[in-house]
């Protein structure tokens, strides 16, 4: 970075200017926060498919199907910066694939997860 940004030791030079960085991040929520149980855990489309039917996946299947790991760094709104979080993903295809949507369907709402755009 350049400029005037005071940077603490052992701070990433990529910090943007105005963030604190911080190690491990900070977790705000309201009440206890439930441990995940992976046996208990599924990702279950249903709905909208052009079948009608339903597609459930446990957590060791959806873990298992390619995927792609990116690093990254956290930035939040009020301040704290936290670098070098690792975390994996895959296209909403692998998901769509094996449960295809009603034609003119404009998203795909797996319960518990964020909807996937499919334009």
Request: with cysteine; net charge positive.
């Amino acid at each position: 970075m350049t400029g005037n940004h005071s940077i603490a030791a052992g701070t990433p030079p990529r910090i943007p200017p105005g963030r604190r960085h911080v190690h491990g991040w900070p977790v705000s929520h309201y009440g206890p926060v439930p441990r995940f149980r992976p046996e208990r855990w599924n990702l279950r489309v249903h709905g909208a498919t052009a079948t009608g039917t339903e597609r459930i996946w446990t957590f060791d299947e959806l873990t298992g199907l390619p995927h792609r790991t990116v690093v990254a760094d956290l930035h939040c709104a009020t301040g704290p910066t936290s670098a070098n979080h690792e975390c994996y993903g895959m296209k909403q295809r692998r998901i769509r694939t094996p449960s295809p949507v009603v034609s003119g369907c404009p998203c795909l709402l797996p319960s518990g997860m964020v909807a996937a755009h499919l334009g």
